[in-house]
């Protein structure tokens, strides 16, 4: 059996030679099996690709798979009684990869699917050519309402984890969850953000378009816009180049608006990279806040600071820190910002990792984590300060409890209304208007076509 490897070297020979599909297998492996994060794995191949055009149907591939290994795994099982999760690694990874092409993809003909698998298969593990050929045709051959993913439980058709469905439908009840669920699967939007003191939309929008971009206004931010890159990377652009953007979710933009910085404002970003809010929060007040930037991973704070540099942003301060301990921060800060390691469930779409990886014991883990980052966080909150709570899940536990919890251990902070912080064209409701009353704001990927964010905002009273 040959042992998958992911070099550059292996990268570069696949490329050149046009074999999609072995690529995307020795990636998969690398997340199935070494655990890596799909996100990096993609920067790697595509660092080393001057071919977007198959870089965009290797991303298809890599992204699908990985996003529906759950159903494929039940289908499997339903239609030809074999458990992928007991075959060899290898094995596991090719099914998987090949199912995905015979199930999801609309351009992959289903002979080529199951050839080409088992050709891969012939050069890794040989004797499961047999065993694997055998499988996809059954998948193949399988009636269609037998293949299709919403004839089964809600957890299947939206290829989630049990418990992790269960979260959903807990917190949002049968149907939200369904719908949140479904939009989780769909592939996510490209957005960016620009300083309109810089550049105009339509400026910026004509400029990535010369540039062979494809350009439109996102849901609720006038800053923000929404970009379908073709065949091209958006770094490769002008306006790129020139600092004229940087790319983040509308909905993680919305959080320094609820922050509402100022001129003239101690900001402290707790954990603060890659720099999207960092460098908002600059750009709102017009370069002219101080603004302390904390991480505890100083190359990931070296991003940062390649972010602040590239937007010519010169009023942010960088310090390498843990934000569950904030003693060795001087000083109290109008505004603290704590976007806190999470769950990360309202982001599924970009990092379908998480659907491997993430489960109900993990999420307590990271909620004690939570807790201890939002409580050394207050402590730099001078009175009259704002304490801004964020997170990229859509776990209840996470978010309402964490705030609710807070707020019954420390009777010197209080809930502040949000309403007047709110852009014109985000979706209100009666439920979401009693909630901004109340300090917060849930985004969802069904009702605000942008990740699943929370955002609270707590006000220090003395």
């Keep these: 059996m040959r042992q998958p490897v992911l070099t550059d070297k292996v990268i570069t020979g696949l490329i050149n030679s046009n074999n999609m599909r072995e690529l995307c297998a020795l990636m998969l492996y690398q997340v199935y099996f070494n655990g890596a994060y799909t996100n990096l794995v993609l920067r790697d191949v595509d660092r080393l ?43 596991a990874t090719l099914i998987r990869l090949g199912c995905w092409q015979i199930l999801f993809s609309t351009s992959i003909p289903v002979h080529a699917a199951v050839s080409e698998t088992v050709n891969i298969a012939g050069r890794y593990t040989p004797g499961s050519k047999g065993l694997i050929n055998a499988i996809l045709r059954k998948i193949a051959d399988a009636p269609d309402d037998m293949k299709d993913p919403d004839n089964y439980k809600p957890d299947v058709a939206t290829s989630l984890k049990s ?15 369904y719908d949140i669920g479904k939009a989780l699967l769909a592939s996510p939007r490209l957005t960016i953000r620009f300083n309109p003191e810089r550049i105009s939309a339509s400026a910026l929008e004509n400029s990535l378009m010369e540039d062979s971009f494809s350009v439109s206004g996102a849901s609720f931010l006038p800053e923000v816009l929404a970009v379908e890159t073709g065949h091209k990377s958006i770094e490769s652009s002008e306006a790129y180049k020139k600092g004229l953007f940087i790319v983040q979710n509308e909905a993680a933009a919305l959080a320094s608006h609820i ?10 970003d707790c954990c603060a990279a890659p720099g999207g809010k960092t460098t908002h929060l600059a750009e709102l007040t017009g370069d002219n806040a101080d603004i302390l930037a904390l991480d505890s991973n100083p190359s990931r704070l070296g991003l940062l600071r390649e972010n ?27 505004i603290v910002l704590a976007d806190c390691p999470c769950s990360g469930l309202g982001i599924m779409c970009r ?74 064209d985000i979706i209100m409701d009666e439920e979401r208007i009693n909630d901004a009353k109340n300090g917060s704001i849930t985004l969802l990927p069904d009702k605000d076509s942008c990740d699943g964010f929370y955002i609270a905002r707590l006000v220090r009273n003395r």
């Excluded at 494929?72 to 339903?78: E, G």
């Design 163 to 177: 418990e992790i469905y269960g979260i959903l439908k807990r917190d949002y009840g049968r149907k939200r969850a």
């Design 351 to 424: 990092k379908p990792d998480i659907r491997l990886n993430m489960t109900y014991d993990r999420i307590r883990d990271i909620m004690e984590v939570q807790h201890r980052i939002i409580r050394e966080a207050a402590t730099k909150v001078k009175p009259g300060g704002a304490l801004i709570y964020c997170t990229c899940t859509v776990n209840k536990d996470e978010n309402e409890a964490q705030v609710k919890s807070f707020l019954e251990e420390n009777g010197d902070f209080g809930r502040d209304d949000i309403l007047p912080y709110l852009p014109g």
């Design 259 to 268: 922050a509402a910085p100022a001129a003239g404002m101690k900001i402290l």
């Design 308 to 334: 602040v540099e590239r937007l010519g942003l010169k009023s942010i301060r960088y310090q390498t820190a843990d934000a569950t301990d904030m003693s060795r921060i001087d000083g109290l800060f109008d």
């Design 49 to 91: 690709s001057d071919n977007r055009a198959n870089l965009r149907s290797l991303r298809a591939m890599f992204y699908g798979t990985v996003t529906y290994t759950y159903t494929i795994d039940f289908l499997v099982r339903h239609i030809t009684k074999r458990d992928v999760q007991e075959l060899d690694d290898i094995t």
